[in-house]
């Protein structure tokens, strides 16, 4: 398939965007196998019968590399709590917060649990997204964390978009454990990776290292075992607090830490050296009333990736939306137009330890986003508006 008379986004290259004006794009399968100008097209290609875009915009399929995509139930009422005044106890004392998500979760199927989650896969996919990334973490005992998993497994058989799947049973405390934090570690989390691994339903493991959550050694005996294992690593970290996190996650070689709200400048240069991604997260800062910004001029003086991400999931950033997070990362945190868009491509797919995608070049994969737009700035400039013109997956529209 050939592709003419566009303006490309490739991400990748000299210049702002890594722009290409009067593109073209050769795809032969699922690869691209020539993109650049159209005036340098090989010869071989010239007799193609090709789409003419008009001078639309091309981009990379957009990426969403955090989620907690696959979950029962919704927080909607706890929302209402919030806002009619209620505390964060108050809400807990009648059951809200994370263990009624566990409940919902626990309570529901797996065929549930896929019906539920693809409407929210919908949204993404109708904006240009290509690749997800759908986390465990709301079912803290072993049979919940596999069928969550195995239901993350069966979205791309169900719908035109590949998963990267992570177990995060160190996501929270249930409340059977309450107090025995070490011994949910060691009785639940562990065994519930080791037989998740096995089932080959995982293909990262990640944790909430917080005060609310886990300490910082008891993350590090989960990522032991990943790293026996042979799984790369993600980390929640210094979302609510300074706790060494981003350090911690640095020290195991992670793909990326993630909210890194309250990361300090050492945090960062050891994440920079680590080549670990700062994967940011500003739908749970929006909802969640946060004030506390990422370091985001100390992770840029320190060269360190940056992805956007939409951490959809019902309690804390119920967002399905990239343009949105794009906007979001604009506004609230000062990203340029550009580090966002590279957020939600090339630096997502970096957090996700994907190589075949997030740019547009010859031998990546050919998942492309074409717009109804001039200027890729526009992607991170509209506010609830869906420019996108189609989506092409694997080589196919």
């Not at 566009?6 to 032969?28: C, F, H, K, R, S």
């Not at 090709?50 to 706890?78: K, M, Y």
Request: charged share 20%.
């Amino acid at each position: 398939m050939l592709l003419k008379n566009a303006n490309l986004t490739t991400m990748a290259g000299p210049g702002a965007y890594g722009l290409i004006e009067d593109g073209a794009i050769v795809m032969d399968g699922d690869r691209i196998v020539f993109a650049g100008p159209q005036a340098d097209l090989p010869a071989e290609f010239a007799g193609l019968t090709a789409q003419d875009l008009g001078g639309r915009l091309v981009t990379p399929a957009l990426i969403d590399c955090h989620t907690h995509i696959v979950a029962g139930g919704n927080r909607a009422r706890e929302f209402e709590m919030r806002l009619e005044g209620a505390s964060y106890e108050e809400i807990a004392r009648a059951g809200g917060g994370i263990v009624s998500t566990v409940k919902a979760t626990r309570a529901a199927t797996e065929d549930e649990l896929l019906a539920d989650a693809l409407p929210r896969v919908d949204a993404l996919i109708a904006e240009g997204t290509g690749v997800i990334e759908v986390k465990s973490g709301y079912g803290l005992d072993r049979e919940t964390e596999l069928r969550m998993l195995r239901a993350a497994r069966r979205i791309a058989a169900e719908r035109p978009i590949r998963v990267k799947t992570t177990f995060l049973g160190a996501h929270a405390v249930p409340p059977e454990y309450t107090g025995r934090d070490d011994v949910y570690i060691d009785e639940v989390c562990i065994p519930a990776l080791r037989a998740a691994h096995a089932e080959g339903l995982v293909d990262a493991v990640d944790g909430f290292c917080e005060g609310i959550a886990f300490q910082p050694d008891q993350i590090a005996r989960v990522f032991d075992v990943a790293k026996e294992l042979g799984l790369p690593v993600k980390l929640h970290a210094e979302q609510l607090s300074n706790l060494g996190g981003g350090k911690l996650a640095a020290s195991y070689g992670a793909l990326s830490a993630d909210h890194i709200e309250y990361l300090d400048e050492d945090g960062v240069a050891v994440m920079a050296e680590a080549g670990t991604t700062a994967v940011i997260l500003p739908g749970a800062f929006y909802n969640l009333r946060e004030t506390q910004v990422p370091p985001i001029d100390a992770l840029r003086k320190h060269g360190v990736p940056m992805a956007l991400a939409t951490d959809a999931n019902p309690g804390s950033s119920p967002l399905t939306s990239l343009l949105l997070t794009m906007n979001m990362g604009c506004t609230l945190f000062w990203m340029t137009p550009e580090e966002a868009l590279a957020g939600v491509t090339r630096n997502a797919a970096r957090a996700l330890g994907l190589g075949d995608c997030g740019t547009i070049e010859a031998g990546k994969r050919a998942d492309l986003a074409i717009w109804n737009v001039e200027h890729p700035a526009e992607l991170a400039y509209r506010i609830g508006f869906n420019p996108l013109h189609k989506r092409i997956f694997g080589g196919r529209t």
